[in-house]
């Protein structure tokens, strides 16, 4: 798989080259700043991006607003964003097309690599990699007293783990269940908020995020 | 030959001509120091009685001052002393107080006394340079004299010859050339230190540095003195008016009673010397000059009104110009000071609270520093100490024991992460990047979605505040929910932001148990910071019970 990184600090730019050479990926461009981003991206058509937030020269959040560009000049592109602190403002403004191929994650993350290696190739797979922080401001902004006051405990730590992208088969893993277990519970969550059932993963976690993301 | 080169080194030496020019100065400057001292004096202390005489008093010493300032300069120029000026003491306020400290500044008193030895001594000893330089300048032109006609006696001596005269010529030069340069020169030699000891102002060699005055302790002493001054005076003034009446009484009782006039002049001077001595305390010093033209302006007019009902009552009212004069002076003096007043009294408002919450925006800063320090001691610091032993004896163990290893190298990954957690939250308590990135509304959409409590966001802010207003209102609200969940037991709470043309009004109200302590740490800090950006915060419990936090800061521009 073809990666292109934007990251500003030399360290963890030649941290995460190496890891995801280690793992088999081949990374064609590592750039610096958000414009530098935009052409690599043009120029390479990367099979993912993974892109910090915060970028030169303006160190705010330049480094979301290139990797939307990016994704807006060659659509399609999957574009993982990473970042010292998650917000659910820019979770929502990445999956506001909708289309998934994005992820958000924390950078400690980085620190799992076996976690980090399996979010890129999810997201450059076309699927999303949320962060598990983010699902719970997601939640939490859906507000209680809803629908989703209708899940267990159990469900609720399903539609996290989906939320953050994950696999029916990592969500038994991670909880210890039986795939069908979670099946199960995902046919409960569906129904209790209305979703239209579907056997994708990929297509589930949309839909999950689409109910959150709704006002 | 040197006995001769002594004998006429005063004439030769260049400092003669100068010495000659200090010696012969004492004539007009001695005669002007005693007019000074005796007038000023007599004045001063023939007028002390009335207010006249205190400011001719202190006028008195300003100019002994000044008459110091040019005989050092004059003694350093001309006799090459090297007197200095006195440090500058000081210039209290009150005529009183100025009075007590020049009576008490030993300069001034050095002066007078130099002053009048320039009259007493320099005045002879110019005349005797003076005398002494004519008689040898007589003595050398005698043959001129001759030669005009005139005979001169000389001591008793007849001159009537030519042969005579000219031997009275190199009597007058050896005088000349010889006892008037000696004169000049013992003069200087014995003046020169007078001038040095009563004019320089120098403190003697070793003396302590002076401590800084104790302005508190001073001024209550000169006003008490004041007021001591004002008794005795009232009680002089009574003894007078006693005596007057017994006087009136002994001899022309029964006539028109003459004690009136100078009663009423006494009683005017009473009246006077209280008002300048009895003060509110507190009053401005604005206000204070014009009540002391008011009282003073009413007493003269009293006075007017008594001199007329003595002389010509009934007759035309002649105060009256006085009265509308004095009046309209008042008047006058009255606009200005309290239109003034009004605008110093805002500004030393505004001065007093900027002041004050300057202190307390530096408090706040520095509580948070220190909390900051603690916070990354305890946490993060600690983690990677931890992190950093599991890992060198990780090390260690590689080669004997890799389990072990594993082991700890497993938690000091462990360890980075809540290090890095731990960080990441420090962060966003100094200040979160999602509110310089996006704003407020972001930011408190996002402090909503991390808190424990349920959080209802209404938030209305068209156009963006400056980035202190912003924060300052983003931490009002996270110090908020952050008591609620710590304290109030509540369940929900309303948060409400919204920008009302320059001002942003903030209020997070919790259905907790209410009763916050508004002298909490947090709270206090929380006060400064929007004290210091010109807004309030108030803290209270709602009508519902709950506790309602309210915040009010100005956006404008």
């Known amino acids: ?215 | 030959m040197t006995a001769l080169h002594r004998l006429i080194a005063p004439l030769r030496d260049r400092r003669t001509p100068l010495a000659l020019a200090f010696v012969l100065s004492g004539l007009p400057l001695g005669i002007a120091w005693f007019v000074l001292l005796v007038t000023g004096w007599s004045l001063g202390l023939g007028l002390a009685i009335t207010l006249l005489g205190l400011p001719i008093l202190i006028a008195l010493g300003a100019a002994c001052h000044g008459a110091a300032a040019l005989e050092r300069s004059l003694a350093n120029a001309l006799l090459g002393t090297d007197a200095r000026r006195p440090a500058k003491r000081p210039v209290p306020r009150g005529i009183l107080a100025r009075l007590r400290a020049w009576v008490s500044d030993p300069a001034v008193w050095r002066a007078q006394a130099y002053m009048l030895l320039r009259f007493a001594l320099g005045l002879p000893a110019a005349v005797a340079v003076v005398a002494l330089a004519s008689a040898g300048g007589g003595l050398a032109a005698l043959p001129t004299y001759y030669w005009a006609g005139d005979a001169d006696v000389v001591a008793g001596w007849d001159i009537d010859t030519l042969w005579e005269a000219l031997l009275w010529v190199p009597v007058g030069l050896a005088i000349l050339a010889l006892a008037v340069p000696w004169l000049i020169r013992g003069i200087a030699a014995a003046w020169a230190p007078m001038a040095r000891a009563l004019l320089d102002g120098r403190p003697p060699e070793g003396a302590p540095p002076e401590p800084p005055p104790a302005p508190a302790a001073e001024r209550s002493r000169w006003v008490g003195s004041a007021r001591r001054g004002l008794a005795v005076h009232a009680a002089v003034t009574a003894g007078l008016a006693l005596v007057l009446v017994a006087i009136w009484a002994a001899t022309t009782f029964g006539g028109s009673f003459w004690p009136a006039w100078p009663l009423m002049a006494l009683a005017l001077l009473l009246g006077g010397h209280a008002l300048v001595v009895l003060r509110r305390p507190g009053v401005p010093r604005g206000r204070r000059g014009l009540e002391i033209h008011a009282g003073l302006a009413a007493l003269l007019n009293l006075f007017l009104i008594g001199v007329w009902l003595m002389s010509t009552p009934g007759d035309y009212f002649w105060p009256v110009w006085t009265i509308v004069a004095l009046g309209a002076a008042v008047a006058i003096h009255a606009g200005l000071v309290l239109l003034g007043a009004t605008e110093r009294e805002g500004m030393a408002e505004r001065i007093d609270v900027l002041t004050t919450t300057r202190s307390g925006a530096v408090d706040a800063q520095a509580a948070e520093l220190r909390r900051i320090e603690r916070d990354l001691h305890d946490g993060a610091q600690a983690r990677l100490v931890a992190l950093a032993m599991d890992l060198g004896m990780a090390r260690e163990k590689l080669g004997a024991d890799p389990k072990a290893a594993a082991a700890l190298v497993a938690e000091a990954h462990e360890e980075a992460k809540r290090a890095l957690v731990e960080l990441r939250g420090l962060a966003r308590g100094i200040h979160p990047a999602v509110l310089t990135d996006r704003g407020l509304e972001a930011a408190l959409a996002s402090l909503a979605g991390t808190n424990a409590l349920r959080v209802d966001l209404e938030t209305s802010i068209a156009e963006r505040p400056p980035p202190a207003i912003e924060a300052a209102a983003y931490f009002v609200v996270a110090e908020a929910l952050a008591n609620a969940a710590r304290h109030s037991a509540a369940e929900r709470v309303r948060v409400r932001v919204a920008r009302v043309d320059d001002r942003l009004l903030i209020e997070v109200a919790d259905d907790g148990c209410g009763g916050a302590d508004p002298a909490g740490e947090g709270l206090v800090g929380l006060r400064r910071r929007v004290e210091a950006l010109d807004g309030r915060l108030s803290v209270g419990d709602g009508p519902d019970g709950g506790t309602i936090v309210r915040a009010e800061l100005p956006c404008g521009s």
């Open chain 1, 1 to 215: 798989m073809r990666v292109v990184i934007a990251e500003d600090l030399a360290l963890l730019r030649d941290g995460i080259v190496r890891l995801l050479r280690d793992n088999g990926f081949e990374v064609v461009a590592a750039v610096e700043d958000g414009d530098a981003l935009v052409r690599a991206v043009e120029e390479h058509r990367p099979d993912v991006a993974v892109v910090d937030v915060r970028l030169p020269p303006t160190f705010r959040d330049e480094g979301l607003r290139a990797a939307l560009e990016a994704r807006r000049r060659v659509p399609g592109t999957a574009v993982l964003v990473v970042s010292q602190y998650v917000e659910q403002t820019y979770a929502l403004e990445l999956m506001a097309d909708g289309r998934g191929a994005v992820g958000y994650l924390l950078k400690d993350r980085i620190a799992d690599p076996a976690d980090f290696v399996e979010a890129v190739r999810r997201v450059a797979s076309g699927g999303t990699a949320m962060d598990q922080e983010v699902v719970l401001q997601l939640v939490a902004r859906r507000g209680r007293g809803g629908r989703l006051d209708e899940l267990t405990a159990r469900e609720r730590e399903v539609l996290n783990l989906m939320a953050e992208g994950r696999s029916n088969a990592a969500i038994a893993g991670a909880l210890v269940v039986t795939e069908g277990a979670v099946e199960k519970h995902i046919s409960n969550i569906f129904g209790k908020l209305g979703l239209a059932p579907s056997d994708e993963d990929h297509r589930r976690v949309l839909a999950v995020l689409a109910y959150l993301r709704a006002e």
